[in-house]
């Protein structure tokens, strides 16, 4: 078997980023600038042992360094990833900034590591990669790969930035919303909807937006490198490295909230209008002795079962992985207005279930299942509790995709324990968007 591993995508593909904060799958999307050198060079060893040579799959010059550890290591899988990316950092920045060319590119591949709010990396890989640029020898220029490099690190600390603020706005709409039976439901919808009207990037985020625009303008003269559908990029699609495209996409739940706040206004009766916008306050919030999971959320998914580590199974070809889908029209540029836990889910393929498992329950109480199916593959499944108790037979995915809710026997959680079990009956595999537990009263 001659293998064609794909060293090129990020979401939607062979191997996927693992779990990836949804802000980086969201406004990075698939051909972002990747450097993976360690990621790469475990997927290669790992597999290389049952296959005769490669020929990688790649869609552009993003992957550069990917190419590079590929290569490199099919000549001798035991040479140490750090020194490759040393002799990378030597040939294209200079032996004078070989080790910290090689530092920078580490870096970067850090920095998708964890929640991104809680990565402190991303403004120091920043500053490296700014003090290279500052260092590189001038008459060499334009060196591409520095520009390239560069633009990835601002745009991070540009993601980054704007997370923060448009996570808190949410947090503070949630707030105002949670007021409406003190304020009423109009009032607390006007303060939320005030709240999330203010699109104003921060100060810092203007600046990285800018340099970013800068050095796109830059690469597509160097190399025409297509960071757009608009000219004059002319990418094919949202999807191609479009990175300029997805700078003002939403990273909260502003549009779908409006779609639901028109619904609620024309609702004949404050009561309901009421409820409806506690609903939305508490979304994530079901109460004590209740669990919500959004199963695309690497920091909200406590209770999916990996059958297997990244490390063993990079590829989720026995095991759950996470999903992304895009939250703009490819090539349109049309933004979804779906809520963004919907747009991300945990997923299995080749028939591999998809499993979640609850400890601690109150062995007297009594369960329902509130479950969201969104996804691409529009898969049919079926759920079945602890092995025996079918909670529901072969289900298609709703349209348009809406919660649905199911009662769970007594007798599944009597132990204190619940084990769900997703089996896929048709489509190319599990998938799954949120699942809340609610204790009945």
């Not at 030597?90 to 591949?109: K, N, S, T």
């Not at 506690?278 to 999916?304: C, I, R």
Request: negative net charge.
């Amino acid at each position: 078997v001659r293998r064609y591993p794909d060293i090129t995508h990020l979401v939607r593909c062979q191997y996927p980023v693992d779990d990836w904060d949804p802000a980086f799958a969201h406004l990075l999307n698939r051909e972002a600038i990747c450097p993976r050198p360690r990621a790469i060079a475990h997927i290669h060893n790992l597999y290389a042992p049952h296959a005769s040579g490669f020929g990688t799959y790649s869609d552009g010059v993003h992957d550069d360094l990917n190419k590079f550890v590929w290569s490199a290591l099919g000549w001798n899988p035991e040479e140490p990833i750090e020194r490759i990316v040393q002799a990378y950092a030597d040939l294209f920045f200079g032996d004078a900034q070989a080790e910290a060319g090689a530092a920078a590119l580490f870096a970067l591949e850090e920095n998708w590591v964890g929640p991104i709010l809680d990565n402190h990396r991303i403004s120091q890989t920043l500053e490296q990669w700014k003090a290279l640029w500052n260092a590189r020898d001038t008459a060499q220029d334009p060196n591409w790969r520095l520009q390239m490099y560069l633009m990835r690190a601002y745009y991070d600390a540009y993601v980054q930035e704007k997370a923060q603020k448009e996570r808190a706005q949410e947090a503070t709409a949630n707030e105002e919303l949670a007021r409406a039976t003190e304020v009423g439901p109009k009032a607390a919808i006007a303060a939320a909807r005030a709240t999330l009207a203010d699109t104003t990037l921060s100060p810092k985020a203007q600046e990285y937006r800018k340099e970013i625009e800068g050095l796109a303008a830059a690469l597509l003269k160097s190399i025409g490198f297509q960071f757009s559908i608009k000219p004059p990029y002319r990418a094919r699609n949202a999807e191609r490295g479009a990175l300029l495209d997805t700078l003002d996409q939403p990273l909260n739940n502003r549009l779908w909230l409006e779609t639901q706040f028109v619904a609620i206004l024309e609702l004949p009766s404050e009561a309901e209008q009421e409820a409806r916008v506690l609903q939305l306050a508490t979304w994530e919030q079901p109460g004590e002795g209740s669990f919500y999971d959004d199963l695309g959320n690497l920091t909200k998914q406590p209770h999916v079962v990996r059958q297997k580590t990244w490390a063993e199974d990079p590829g989720g070809v026995g095991s759950a992985m996470v999903e992304f889908q895009m939250a703009m029209k490819s090539d349109t540029l049309e933004l979804s207005t779906q809520r963004l836990s919907w747009l991300d889910q945990a997923k299995t393929l080749y028939g591999t279930p998809l499993l979640m498992r609850y400890e601690g329950l109150d062995p007297s109480a009594t369960y329902r299942l509130r479950v969201t199916y969104a996804g691409r593959y529009n898969a049919t499944m079926t759920l079945t509790a602890d092995g025996t108790h079918q909670i529901h037979g072969p289900l298609p995915q709703p349209n348009p995709v809406a919660p649905q809710e199911f009662e769970i026997p007594a007798a599944a959680t009597a132990d204190g324990v619940l084990d769900l079990s997703w089996e896929l009956v048709k489509g190319r595999g599990c998938q799954l968007a949120e699942v809340w537990l609610l204790k009945k009263e």
